[in-house]
């Protein structure tokens, strides 16, 4: 079934312990798609470029399938650029510079061919934006997802709570999650924000993995142990596009199934980090994915005989 | 088969967000044998109180089945006393008081009733004397396993690295690992450390979960993501005594039995920090641990069908 990613396309600028960059390609919905495209070859991507953006970028996107009709090329203006340096722990950086140019301008039309998209993606981006996609569909697609962050909460909390109401699927990290909440305990932090609108929630903690709740369950995948992290930018968007990738692929939106769809995003994840930007995710086949999950399979497999019923 | 405990039996008087207690009974030798007596009933301790310590602690060991004729008695002295108090995190401590009293003069006498032991538990201890009780063990153990801390990599690593190279399975968290080995990647810091020594190492994350790793494979163990962590004290210990309680039990130290027995350690450091102290540890039954470990298998369990042959 057809997917519609929403969010940034841009320049990213990144230093890490290993090495730094010039302007790369990034941007949210880029690691999205890109990652989505390994499981669904229905992806339209919905988005905003300046005049500086290279026909190749755009010609690395169609060669995954994905649909840029609806990526608008201002010519006159500059795409959107994120500098960054990330500390030793991989965890925590700095932004180093922020030029948000097109996104100013940003108004996010949706062509006529997206209308029938059955899987949403909101990519990270002001929640008011975010809503607003949600509001120009003319049918309501059949699952939501929404990814956000810090910022919005501390400058658009109203607006974020408004867009969450509408979304069936939240995805943030453990720090947003306690932010949002007010809460610490992650358990109540999920129990709190399951009553403002999500039916799921996916609480992401780098590499010590991802919690999925709903109101009854919870489910734990855990992050790969990598030998090295180099660029961690984009990991949790090349989750999300695993995520929803795989959702739309099976067409099964049930907790088991979502699961299955949280190992995939999280294999696609531990690829993004191996390489700078978008460097890993151009070039995966589909045997690498399965071999990866492989590896989480194997990571966390026990056999472990109860005497009560399970 | 049998199981020798070394390590501390004390007095904690612990402050955390949730409250505060006067002197409770602790001590790693305390939260590891109470632990590891709902899987063996043949569990040996070889520790040091002084004349202030209630018989009625003595008795509780007793009551599970703790054999305390190595635990030596000096009248005249006082009791290991610890004080300390954790932040909102739950994973930071400040050590208010520390009081080693017996401690100074311990000398980890081996009753012959020990000497068969097959598995040996050295818990958190100056590693001169961990080495000390390997030496005064006719026999070497089937297994033996060691925890120790960051005080004692930073004020004896020679002694450390010594009794390192003695044991079977060292237990260690995740900044100890990064500082004994000088490595940030844990993947990295367990490959240097297993060449230290230890066949097996256990990497503890607290409520980011736990790694053990050989050679050639890893395996992960998630914590359950609990409402609220009460009091972490002894959670580590209580983790140790499940493990080793499990493999003593099982009589089988395969890497697979392993993982079994990583999952029945972290059941028990799950309870162990729903109250304070020992608190929770007294009064587990079978059945109890059995549901508990069947929620780490809910919480981790999925099921994905790969082209692949695994």
Not at 97 to 114: D, G, H, M, R, S
Not at 143 to 160: K, Q, R, S, Y
Request: charged share 25%; net charge negative; glycine share 6%.
């Amino acid at each position: 079934m057809s997917l519609l990613v929403i969010g940034t396309v841009a320049f990213d600028a990144i230093e890490t312990p290993f090495g730094k960059t010039d302007k790369i390609l990034g941007g949210a919905a880029t690691f999205i798609s890109l990652s989505s495209s390994y499981f669904t070859k229905k992806v339209n991507i919905v988005s905003v470029v300046g005049g500086d953006f290279p026909q190749e970028n755009i010609q690395l996107l169609k060669s995954h399938g994905v649909d840029t009709e609806g990526l608008q090329v201002l010519e006159n203006e500059k795409t959107f650029f994120w500098s960054g340096k990330y500390h030793i722990d991989m965890n925590t950086r700095d932004t180093l510079e922020t030029q948000l140019n097109v996104l100013e301008k940003f108004n996010p039309a949706i062509p006529e061919n997206y209308q029938n998209c059955e899987f949403l993606m909101l990519g990270n981006l002001a929640p008011a934006i975010q809503k607003q996609v949600i509001n120009n569909l003319k049918q309501r697609p059949k699952l939501i997802v929404m990814d956000t962050m810090n910022f919005w909460m501390e400058i658009a909390l109203d607006e974020l709570k408004e867009t969450m109401q509408l979304v069936d699927v939240l995805s943030i990290n453990d720090e947003e999650a306690r932010l949002l909440s007010k809460e610490y305990s992650l358990v109540k932090a999920a129990q709190k924000i399951l009553t403002m609108g999500p039916k799921f929630l996916i609480i992401k903690k780098g590499e010590h993995g991802a919690l999925l709740f709903n109101k009854k369950e919870v489910f734990f995948a855990p992050a790969l142990p990598l030998e090295d992290v180099f660029d961690p930018t984009g990991a949790g968007d090349s989750f999300a596009g695993g995520f929803i990738g795989h959702l739309a692929a099976s067409k099964d939106i049930s907790f088991e199934n979502m699961k299955r769809a949280i190992i995939f995003g999280s294999a696609m994840a531990s690829f993004c980090v191996e390489k700078f930007g978008t460097e890993k995710l151009q070039h995966l086949t589909h045997s690498d994915i399965e071999h990866r999950v492989q590896d989480f399979i194997d990571l966390v497999q026990f056999d472990i005989e109860l005497d009560i019923e399970s």
